[in-house]
């Protein structure tokens, strides 16, 4: 599976970004699929994640602000990200796991800054 992302940038805080992941090279519909960031010096850590239907589950700290979607169709998983704060400001990545599999193929990874 190879996973392209897109969509990082700057914003001051309480704007919005959308980021994008296409994948290639699988089945899409067959994976579990989400998002990741990292902040340097910190562990990645989960945002979102999609792993059937349009259900997500999401960190705490992105409750109520961020929406994890995805379009089987065009093998593309997003990340709407509204009422962004500085602390979101990470290197974002997105990832794909065979729901019967253990491995994790990421994407190269998106930056998001916020600036107050």
């Known amino acids: 599976v190879q996973l392209q992302a897109s969509g990082g940038g700057s914003v001051q805080a309480g704007g919005s970004l959308r980021l994008s992941c296409a994948a290639s090279?699988?089945?899409?519909?067959?994976?579990?699929v989400g998002w990741y960031r990292q902040t340097p010096g910190m562990q990645r850590e989960l945002v979102a994640e999609?792993?059937?239907?349009?259900?997500?589950n999401y960190a705490d700290s992105v409750k109520g602000r961020f929406t994890i979607s995805r379009d089987n169709a065009r093998s593309t998983v997003y990340l709407q990200m509204n009422s962004l704060k500085p602390e979101d400001t990470a290197v974002y990545y997105c990832?794909?796991?065979?729901?019967?599999?253990?491995?994790?193929?990421w994407g190269q990874g998106t930056q998001v800054t916020v600036s107050s």
């Open positions: 999609n792993t059937s239907g349009d259900r997500g």
């Open positions: 090279g699988a089945l899409f519909s067959s994976y579990h």
């Open positions: 990832y794909a796991k065979y729901r019967f599999g253990t491995t994790l193929y």
